[in-house]
């Protein structure tokens, strides 16, 4: 069964800094890996998402995601954050088929002025 | 194109009462999951529907059920409500089901048991 690690809770960054959000995964076979962000208030939206091919994914917002298989890990990074990036991350890993998702607790980021 | 609709937004209900919530998919989108979010478990899935027919459940209690309706609307029912229930319940649809298939999020319904 696939598992989700995100090590972080809590973030806190200065506006303009740059950003890491750690998340390794456990899972036997190649996974899928998705990047989710929930604003207060909102359902989540999906940011990037790795399925095969090229290890360093774009997404929305101006983020990026690296899949590293000898890590067991799916970070994700921006170079410079802006105050409406504060919000909760998800990280989820999924399988071939038709099971679901299993989601990371999630790390919320804070952004101070 | 309007997103997925969840009704009601916030709920109140005292245990031992029963609850149902509403979900209304994207235009098109056959499947429907539902999640559950609370704050110690993160996101929890509940269970899949897609063409009226359950293809997933998730490891709750039978005082979890949900259906699917002939327009892609889900409704989820939880019976018997204990203090645990109280969470975030998330609904996602899209167009089929299986990974390669975008699920898009509703903004929840917050259910909070007295």
């Known amino acids: 069964a696939q598992s989700v690690t995100q090590p972080d809770i809590h973030i806190t960054v200065s506006e303009g800094a740059s950003l890491e959000l750690r998340c390794n995964y456990s899972y036997g076979a190649t996974p899928y890996l998705f990047w989710y962000v929930q604003s207060p208030g909102q359902g989540l939206q999906l940011l990037l998402k790795y399925f095969s091919g090229d290890t360093l994914v774009q997404g929305i917002k101006g983020f990026e995601a690296e899949f590293k298989r000898s890590q067991s890990s799916f970070n994700l990074r921006k170079p410079s954050v802006h105050w409406s990036d504060a919000a909760e991350y998800f990280c989820?890993?999924?399988?071939?088929?038709?099971?679901?998702?299993?989601f990371g607790k999630g790390t919320r980021l804070s952004v101070i002025a | 194109k309007a997103g997925v609709t969840q009704t009601p937004r916030y709920l109140i209900k005292t245990r031992g009462q029963q609850v149902t919530l509403s979900c209304s998919p994207i235009s098109g989108h056959r499947s429907v999951s539902w999640y559950q979010q609370t704050p110690g478990q993160g996101l929890q899935f509940l269970f899949e529907y897609f063409s009226e027919t359950q293809r997933n459940k998730g490891n709750f209690p039978g005082r979890f059920s949900g259906r699917q309706f002939s327009n892609s609307r889900s409704e989820m029912n939880v019976s018997t409500l204990e203090l645990g229930d109280s969470a975030l319940y998330l609904c996602?649809?899209?167009?089929?089901?299986?990974?390669?298939?975008?699920?898009?999020f509703g903004p929840g319904t917050r259910l909070t048991v007295l």
């Open positions: 989820a890993v999924g399988a071939a088929g038709n099971t679901p998702l299993v």
């Open positions: 996602a649809s899209s167009l089929s089901t299986g990974i390669y298939n975008e699920q898009f």
